[in-house]
């Protein structure tokens, strides 16, 4: 899916992203803590799926082997707030 995580695209609070490929392009969120049981985690991914909204990446799914977690959003081209630079730096 990720061709061996080659395709970084960034690296956020709670671990690196990458590009990868299902049906679509995805970004791969792969999770650098894993605390407890992975209840919190499983809670996360439930909050995030049920909410949907033009401005919010979808979450098409997720992985949870062992302390391995990893989060399948959309892939967003310009960058999640990109939209948002762009207008105002137009003014």
Same mark, same amino acid.
């Given at each position: 899916?990720?061709?061996?995580?080659?395709?970084?695209?960034?690296?956020?609070?709670?671990? !690196?992203?990458?590009?990868?490929?299902?049906?679509?392009?995805? %970004?791969?969120?792969?999770?650098?803590?894993?605390? &407890?049981?992975? $209840?919190?985690?499983?809670?996360?991914?439930?909050?995030?799926?049920?909410?949907?909204?033009?401005?919010?990446?979808? !979450?098409?799914?997720?992985?949870?082997?062992?302390?391995?977690? %990893?989060?399948?959003?959309?892939?967003?081209?310009? &960058?999640?707030? $990109?939209?948002?630079?762009?207008?105002?730096?137009?003014?």
């Amino acid at each position: 899916m990720t061709k061996s995580f080659r395709n970084k695209l960034g690296q956020g609070g709670y671990g !690196l992203v990458f590009k990868g490929t299902l049906r679509d392009l995805v %970004a791969v969120k792969l999770l650098s803590e894993s605390r &407890g049981n992975g $209840e919190e985690f499983i809670n996360e991914v439930a909050s995030i799926s049920r909410t949907s909204h033009v401005n919010i990446v979808s !979450l098409p799914g997720f992985c949870l082997e062992g302390s391995k977690r %990893a989060l399948i959003y959309d892939f967003m081209p310009n &960058g999640p707030l $990109e939209f948002i630079y762009s207008d105002r730096s137009k003014k």
